[in-house]
């Protein structure tokens, strides 16, 4: 063992109480910042659950990665409990590792969560097909429970509260339950379907009369399913903490109104910084404690299929997306199916922990500084894309791709949810709204009111075209057509191809033009226009661009979106340096911070899972607009002062070397 249990107490923050018989108190969620997640999801052919577990491998587990929580497995997706129970069937196992992880966590004063399969029981719905979802066709399905049946109350809850009292439990993280709920075909559904609508039929699909009432019934049966356990646990057992994997994301982007306790989801597969950058920014604004859970290993083939495990320096790299907006962050490693924890993969989990601990000071629970707000759409997702929830897949590109393209570009980006939009717009100096195929006309209707009131806007695509034309200051030729565009830039052509929509202005000056083929001299067309409205202004871009770059991560369409961006907003920050530098512009009371994360060789593609190599850059060029000279400016981690020049209200500096992640901290 690394550390003695006095010493562990001390390095986590814990009370140091040693070896005396009282247990250090373990932290309520809102309170913890790194965790460890580790799950089996048993079923029926194990046979070698908690073989190789030891109080002696959970300790040297703790005293070297030191988490704030645990989350380990009870119930999988398959259905089978992962401890011996009274209430439903479980696993084949050797010993309880439940217990186990509880008596040794309980001793170190670590919080025990479970992983915890909802919707998605496949055992259920084997031993009572009454209690199954209905397909379209009237079959039940083999893998999903219905929110509209007694699965909640006959297994779910009777399994927690089992769970709970037998093992001292401090919360639930509550996997496949909205990712995995699809559309109800169930006599329940069909009635309330009918009450509502007056149709007789079920609609199947897009088109059909009532699809969106359809979906929009059995979202809301899914709210009063999470309202039910959540609220029955709560009354069970106070203070145990619970959230629904994904629910209150960008998988569910609605006002947290469910009372569950924290926010939490697991990014994967490629370029999962890419989604970190999204999930991280929309889960920092809604008012929630919220963590991500980076996957120890990239899964090629899917969850099912070769794992190849990833090195410290690209986990340390996606960490740093989720620390700069203020968040807990969490990695997930499967343990061997007879419990052990190879100390390999401990050593790894521990470097991790020792990287963001060095950063939780000066990131966890910081507050932005809005520069750019990107509009997250609800509306958009949930008349458009057809599912009841994410995840959302191409139908999240025009906001993924948005942010990427301003990550690129240094700005410091916010994600906007849209339910909080009318009560944040005005502290944005400039909002972006990406090319969402239905953005809706309240939303149009909030952000009219803040560009009359100041504010900068830049509209995309070409259905956005038709809901602000008045305002952008153009008469709109026809519809929206599939169109070949390639766009100038300083050393080449952005092609822009997809769907566009033709404008005259008359009002507006064209500042970006497109033309059918890479030949500036013919058939020009406007592609952007500027105008003012009210006391701001709007720029106009009658394409796609946010979904297009998501699918190209193009150098000449960044460029486009600098250019269109500049031409509204100066930015607090400016930074000279790579496209692989993010800036993250966040504040603690008095310190501004400057969070510089490099995403160089990040990985992307499944052909090279891992990275193990990542190229420092610098050096790194900051201008910094302020009120007054700053009283002290120093890099963390390490403390190491920055010289720097103030003139004309600007304090420039510069970063020699940049690693993973560093942060710029501003006295002012």
């Known amino acids: 063992m690394t550390l003695t249990r006095r010493a562990f107490c001390l390095a986590s923050g814990a009370p140091a109480l040693g070896l005396l018989a009282v247990a250090p108190p373990r932290r309520p969620r809102k309170d913890c910042f790194f965790g460890v997640h580790l799950d089996l999801h048993p079923n029926e052919e194990d046979r070698e659950l908690g073989r190789d577990l030891s109080e002696a491998m959970v300790e040297r587990f703790l005293e070297e990665v030191r988490p704030d929580f645990v989350q380990y497995d009870c119930k999988g997706h398959p259905g089978f409990l992962g401890y011996p129970s009274q209430v439903s069937r479980s696993a084949t196992m050797v010993q309880d590792s439940l217990a186990i992880w509880r008596k040794v966590t309980a001793r170190y004063g670590v919080a025990l969560y479970i992983h915890f399969s909802g919707v998605w029981d496949s055992l259920a719905v084997r031993e009572h097909p009454e209690w199954a979802r209905r397909r379209p066709d009237g079959t039940p399905d083999d893998r999903q429970t219905s929110t509209f049946g007694p699965y909640v109350d006959a297994r779910m809850i009777p399994q927690l509260k089992e769970a709970i009292g037998k093992y001292d439990l401090d919360g639930a993280w509550v996997d496949g339950d909205c990712w995995a709920t699809y559309p109800d075909y169930r006599d329940e559904a069909a009635q309330a379907f009918r009450q509502a609508t007056g149709l007789s039929a079920l609609p199947k699909g897009p088109g059909e009369p009532g699809w969106l009432e359809f979906l929009e019934i ?205 009560e944040v717009a005005a502290r944005y100096p400039v909002i972006v709204v990406p090319d969402w195929p239905e953005l809706g006309a309240a939303v149009r209707d909030t952000l009219l009111d803040y560009t009359r009131r100041g504010g900068k806007l830049l509209v ?32 080449t052509f952005a092609n822009i191809s997809g769907l566009w929509q033709a404008v005259e202005p008359f009002r507006a000056e064209v500042i970006e033009s497109r033309h059918p083929a890479c030949d500036t001299r013919r058939d020009a067309a406007a592609a952007a226009t500027w105008t003012r409205f009210g006391s701001g202004e709007i720029v106009g871009f009658y394409g796609p661009l946010g979904k297009l770059f998501a699918t190209t991560h193009a150098p000449a369409v960044r460029q486009i979106v600098h250019r269109l961006v500049r031409r509204l907003f100066t930015p607090i920050v400016e930074l000279t340096g790579p496209p692989t530098v993010e800036l993250v512009l966040r504040r603690q009371k008095d310190l501004l911070l400057l969070h510089l994360l490099n995403s160089t060789g990040m990985q992307v593609a499944s052909d090279y899972a891992v990275v193990d190599f990542i190229p420092s850059v610098g050096p790194l060029r900051l201008r910094i607009r302020l009120p007054a000279r700053p009283r002290a400016v120093r890099f963390e981690p390490g403390g190491h002062v920055l010289r720097g020049q103030w003139r004309d209200g600007i304090w420039s500096t510069e970063i020699p070397r940049l690693e993973i992640h560093g942060t710029v901290v501003v006295e002012v």
């Open 218 to 422: 059995n979202r809301e049966q899914f709210r009063r399913y999470l309202r039910r356990y959540v609220e029955a646990i709560h009354q069970f057992r106070p203070g145990f903490q619970i959230a629904s994997n994904w629910f209150y994301s960008t998988y569910a982007p609605e006002r947290p109104e469910v009372p569950v306790d924290f926010i939490s989801g697991d990014y994967l597969g490629n370029a999962s910084i890419s989604a970190a950058r999204l999930e991280a920014r929309y889960l920092s604004q809604t008012g929630k404690p919220w963590d991500l859970m980076a996957w120890g290993f990239q899964a090629i083939g899917g969850p099912e299929g070769l794992h190849v495990h990833k090195s410290v320096d690209q986990l340390c790299q996606e960490a740093a997306v989720v620390l700069a907006q203020g968040g807990g962050f969490q990695v997930y490693y499967y343990p061997t199916r007879a419990g052990w924890l190879d100390h390999r993969l401990i050593r790894i989990m521990a470097q991790l922990a020792k990287f963001c601990r060095d950063r939780q000071a000066l990131s966890w629970k910081s507050e932005t500084v809005p520069q750019v707000g990107v509009i997250f759409s609800t509306t958009s997702l949930y008349r458009t894309a057809g599912k009841l929830f994410g995840s959302w897949g191409a139908a999240v590109h025009p906001a993924r791709g948005m942010v990427d393209a301003l990550v690129e570009n240094h700005y410091s980006t916010d994600v906007i949810p849209e339910w909080k939009l009318s």
């Open 460 to 491: 995309a695509g070409a259905e956005n075209a038709h809901l602000f034309a008045e305002a952008l200051g153009v008469k709109l030729l026809g519809s929206p057509t599939q169109q070949t565009a390639y766009l100038p830039t300083e050393d």
